[in-house]
């Protein structure tokens, strides 16, 4: 029955279409279908490489990264393609970034595509046009620059990734991983061996355009507002810059110049619209008349909003406990503080909102400043620029922990990101990062070490030189010593110090100098004379010797006469040792060796309580005179088992304590 009812209900489905079918024209009745089948995945090649095959990389390494894409020929018909690449998984701790895109560093792919740069994102994205089927090993290439925002301890691993995709499908991603090391002694070359171009094979040559504005080595936005944008761009020489703009990467349309040629140059664009996606390309011009052009850039614009007002807010900075400079962000912007550093200094950024703000994020940066033409003072040939994320450490007070490098003059800036995409960047102070107070030997210049260096500062209410006061200057040593290369690595505010140098076998020397914001005003170079048939040198040498030693004990003393662990410590030695010397003062007295010290006592304590005399017992041994014998063996016997109970010696003066744990009646000795 249930096969009959399944064929009953299939001849009424199929019923209609038969009739309806022998209804239509002749020419109607046979209809064919056909239809496109999409390319897939497998039918277009994509890889990453890098022809830096080192693992680990050290800080101001640029990493060069090669994209070999393709259409193979069973992709069914061509279709535009969109290549990305990002390095987004290069954080260090606290979301640090540690992997700095080179501008001018991004290669033009299949059609003479301009790569579109996204530093918010950090993504590189080509959109190529339609690649015919075939085309393969054809190539694009970027740089990325390993920086100095991280200076820890530990290896930090970072990945580069990169995907393609059409309309009709999307390959799988590609990476390749490295890690970072920061190594404190380590010297960048600044001249270094270019990368050399990699080979391409390939069906179709593309346009594999070389980088256009290595001029620029570093740029970022400073302000972004609803209808603002100002932008930092930092060169390696003189140039104008100008900016070409527009809501899309094809026509940008409007632009905008510098007056004038400079090292760094900042470009604001005003009369934007609010929410806004905007690209944008760099074009530079230097003073011989030769340009250079940048790949697209883009940046969104802030919603519609009130930017953060920053004045009235609170800049300290500390290092090792001592506070280098406070200073009141004012209306003005302007930031005429310096605080002063010696290189591998560590040093902390503290930033107090003086009102409530709907933070994203908040960011401490240091900046390589640029100086005049004429000036060479500090003068660096290549920008820095180190970006810390601020951690909030009390409500509405963050932090920012910062390590000086090199010496050179440098700007200090906070960097506010609100909720609505307003971007405020504040300069708070202004850092000299000076080099140390060296000492050398005079004529040789060969550093000097384990020289002492006793510091004492001009004080303006009494006019005069006196040592650095511990309460003041915190943990700062004086005297301080020079290491092997002859450096003292000390940090001093600003002030003007005098400096009492001596060592073995050399004629002391005392110089005065000042330190501050000024050019000159840093650490000095000593040179010492050597002379070692010098008596009176040797008597300041020794002689500053055990007054250092006398001076170091009396800190001691008194760090320590406030130490309630070092009391608690000091009174259980005590303690243990006067319990020590009475035990010994006891054998002494009572002629008792340690192990009869149990049957002494407990002898003793059943004496006293009138106890069970079997437990112990003393005796006496003589001889036939009566003279007491000293350490003569007794045996304890059961009497009528033999068994042996215990055997003891008798004490200097012939007295035994003998413990009986049986407390047998009947024993024999």
Not at 47 to 52: G, Q, Y
Not at 297 to 322: Q, R
């Amino acid at each position: 029955m249930q096969r009959i009812f399944v064929l009953f209900v299939l001849f009424f489905l199929l019923l209609p279409q038969t009739i309806f079918a022998q209804q239509l024209p002749p020419e109607q009745k046979n209809i064919s279908v056909t239809a496109e089948v999409g390319p897939q995945a497998r039918d277009y090649q994509l890889s990453i490489s890098s022809p830096t095959t080192t693992h680990t990389l050290k800080q101001e390494t640029i990493v060069h990264y090669i994209i070999t894409y393709g259409a193979s020929s069973s992709a069914a018909f061509t279709t535009p393609l969109t290549i990305t690449a990002n390095w987004k998984a290069s954080d260090a701790q606290s979301n640090l970034p540690i992997l700095d895109y080179v501008a001018g560093s991004g290669s033009k792919g299949y059609g003479n595509t301009t790569p579109i740069v996204d530093l918010t994102s950090r993504t590189i994205t080509w959109n190529l046009p339609a690649i015919p089927a075939g085309t393969v090993n054809q190539q694009i290439s970027f740089d990325v620059k390993i920086n100095t925002n991280y200076t820890g301890a530990n290896a930090i691993p970072f990945t580069i990734r990169a995907t393609m995709a059409n309309s009709y499908m999307t390959k799988p991603e590609v990476s390749l991983a490295k890690e970072y090391n920061y190594d404190e002694d380590f010297q960048f070359d600044t001249n270094p061996t270019p990368t050399p171009t990699p080979s391409i094979a390939q069906t179709v040559p593309p346009v594999l355009a070389p980088p256009t504005s290595s001029l620029i080595t570093n740029f970022s936005f400073t302000t972004i507002t609803d209808d603002t944008t100002s932008i930092l761009i930092d060169t390696n020489k003189t140039v104008q810059a100008r900016i070409m703009y527009g809501t899309s990467s094809r026509s940008l349309t409007q632009s905008i110049s510098t007056p004038q040629s400079n090292l760094r140059n900042r470009i604001t664009i005003d009369d934007l619209k609010p929410a806004t996606i905007y690209y944008f390309r760099i074009l530079l011009k230097d003073q011989a008349g030769a340009e250079s052009t940048s790949e697209i850039f883009t940046f969104t614009t802030a919603e519609s909003s009130v930017p953060p007002d920053v004045t009235d807010n609170i800049i300290v900075m500390t290092s090792g406990g001592n506070i280098l400079l406070s200073d009141i962000q004012r209306t003005n912007g302007r930031a005429d503080s310096v605080a002063l550093l010696t290189p591998d200094t560590d040093y902390e950024v503290n930033y107090v909102l003086s009102k409530p703000l709907a933070l994203q994020k908040i960011e401490a940066i240091v900046r390589t400043k640029v100086l005049g033409l004429t000036s060479q003072v500090y003068a660096s040939d290549q920008t820095t620029t180190i970006v810390i994320p601020m951690i909030e450490k009390s409500p509405s007070s963050y932090v920012a922990s910062l390590k000086s490098l090199s010496p050179g003059l440098f700007e200090v800036s906070v960097r506010i990101t609100d909720i609505y995409g307003n971007i405020n960047e504040q300069k708070v102070a202004e850092l000299k990062i000076m080099s140390y107070l060296t000492i050398l030997e005079e004529g040789t210049t060969n550093p000097i070490s384990e020289s002492r260096v006793f510091f004492t500062y001009y004080t303006m209410q009494t006019k005069q030189f006196e040592p650095l006061p511990p309460h003041l200057f915190i943990n700062i040593d004086n005297p301080s010593y020079s290491d092997e290369t002859g450096v003292v690595k000390i940090n001093l505010p600003a002030g003007t110090y005098q400096a009492a140098v001596n060592a073995f076998g050399y004629t002391q020397q005392e110089i005065t100098f000042t330190l501050g914001a000024q050019t000159g005003e840093d650490f000095p170079t000593i040179f010492l004379h050597k002379d070692p048939a010098n008596p009176v040198g040797y008597l300041q040498y020794y002689g500053n010797a055990v007054r250092d030693l006398f001076t170091n004990m009396s800190l001691v003393v008194n760090n320590l006469a406030t130490n309630v662990r070092f009391f608690n410590l000091i009174a259980t030695f005590i303690i243990t040792i006067t319990i020590f010397f009475t035990f010994v003062f006891f054998v002494f007295r009572t002629r008792v060796y340690p192990r009869h010290l149990f049957p002494y006592v407990s002898h003793h304590l059943k004496t006293i309580t009138r106890g069970h005399p079997l437990g112990t017992f003393c005796a006496i041994i003589t001889d036939e005179q009566g003279k007491r014998i000293k350490d003569a063996l007794i045996s304890v016997l059961d009497d009528k088992t033999g068994e042996l109970m215990t055997s003891i010696l008798s004490n200097t003066i012939g007295i035994c304590y003998i413990y009986n744990p049986k407390e047998h009646k009947n024993l024999k000795l």
